[in-house]
C-alpha cells in the first residue's frame, strides 16, 4: 500500500469510500498525469463528502478548465475564493486559470489580491509580472521586479522581464 503515492491513495479510497480528502488526493494523481476526466471523476465523487473544501473546489476548477468547460470552472474557482478569502492559493488558481482563457485584465485584479495576502508568493509575482508585460503596464512591472528580484535575486521571471519586457 506504501509503496507509492498512487497506490496508498487508491487503497484510501477502496477502504474509505466516503473520504472527501483521500478521493481527492487519489484524483490529484490523475491530473498529475493529464487525465483530467479521470481527475474530475474522483473529485466529483469528493464534493458531498466535503462540500466546503477550498483545496477540493480549486482542483475542480483546474480539471474543468483543462477540459474546456470554462463555466463551470469558473464557478468553482469563485466558490474557492468565497470559501477561502484569504488564501493567496485560491486566487493564483483562478488567475492563472483566466490568462489561460484571455482574461489577463481579469487576471491580474486577482494576482494583485493574491499578493496582498502573501507577498512572498513568488508563483503569484511570476504570473503578475507576466500579466503586467502581456497589458504593457511597464509602471507596475518595473518596481514587482525590482522588489522581486530584492526578494530573490535569482527569479528568471524577473530578471528576464526586466531585460526584455515582452511575453
Known amino acids: 500500500v506504501w509503496h507509492t503515492e498512487e497506490s496508498l491513495w487508491r487503497d484510501v479510497t477502496v477502504k474509505s469510500p466516503k473520504n472527501g480528502r483521500g478521493l481527492m488526493n487519489y484524483g490529484l494523481i490523475f491530473m498529475a498525469r493529464g487525465d483530467y476526466q479521470g481527475a474530475l471523476d474522483y473529485f466529483q465523487r469528493a464534493l458531498p463528502l466535503t462540500p466546503n473544501y477550498s ?60 499578493l496582498q495576502i502573501n507577498r512572498l508568493s513568488f508563483r503569484c509575482r511570476d504570473l503578475l509580472m507576466e500579466g503586467y508585460a502581456w497589458l504593457g503596464d511597464w509602471a507596475k512591472l518595473g518596481p514587482l521586479a525590482q522588489e522581486t528580484l530584492q526578494l530573490s535575486p535569482g527569479d528568471e521571471t524577473a530578471k528576464k522581464l526586466l531585460a526584455h519586457p515582452v511575453v
Open 55 to 114: 483545496a477540493l473546489e480549486i482542483n475542480l476548477g483546474v480539471a474543468l478548465g483543462s477540459l474546456h468547460r470554462d463555466q463551470e470552472a469558473g464557478q468553482h474557482f469563485e466558490r474557492a475564493m468565497q470559501l477561502a478569502p484569504n488564501d493567496a492559493d485560491s486566487y493564483f488558481f483562478a488567475a492563472r486559470w483566466l490568462a489561460g482563457v484571455g482574461r489577463v485584465a481579469d487576471s491580474v485584479s486577482l494576482l494583485e489580491r493574491a
